[in-house]
């Protein structure tokens, strides 16, 4: 089993940033692919970045693409989603995932491991 769980998140003003933290526990994923989504209200849950601890190969949406950084530490277990530019359609609910591969997917059932989940707003 893998345990993840997600911080940082908040209410940030437009232009702002936040950078979110993805902590796993339990199994290593060092060996897994990681994946950021969010769900914003009335939506359905998003591929927002991947990442992959072997080569650190990087994976964006392209409504993020140039604005949001995905990297993660190896020593401390932890993925994060570095978030700039922000703007009001950035609002959801952000979680971190793991699957048992070690390939990036943008599908959401193809990751096994969930976090509850870090609200994100953007006040315009």
């Known amino acids: 089993q893998v345990q993840l769980v997600e911080s940082g998140g908040g209410l940030v003003q437009a232009g702002g940033s936040l950078r979110l933290s993805c902590l796993a526990s339990?199994?290593?994923?060092?060996?897994?692919?990681v994946g950021w989504f969010r769900q914003a209200p009335g939506k359905e849950r998003q591929f927002v970045a991947g990442?992959?601890?072997?080569?650190?190969?990087?994976y964006y949406a392209d409504s993020v693409k140039g604005r949001f950084t995905i990297s993660g530490d190896n020593a401390k277990n932890t993925v994060y989603l570095q978030m700039t530019n922000l703007n009001p359609e950035d609002t959801a609910v952000y979680f971190c995932?793991?699957?048992?591969?070690?390939?990036?997917?943008?599908?959401?059932?193809?990751?096994?491991?969930w976090g509850q989940g870090t609200q994100v707003t953007v006040s315009s």
């Open positions: 995932a793991s699957r048992e591969s070690s390939l990036i997917s943008i599908l959401e059932w193809e990751y096994k491991f």
């Open positions: 339990g199994r290593t994923i060092s060996s897994r692919a």
């Open positions: 990442f992959i601890w072997n080569g650190g190969s990087t």
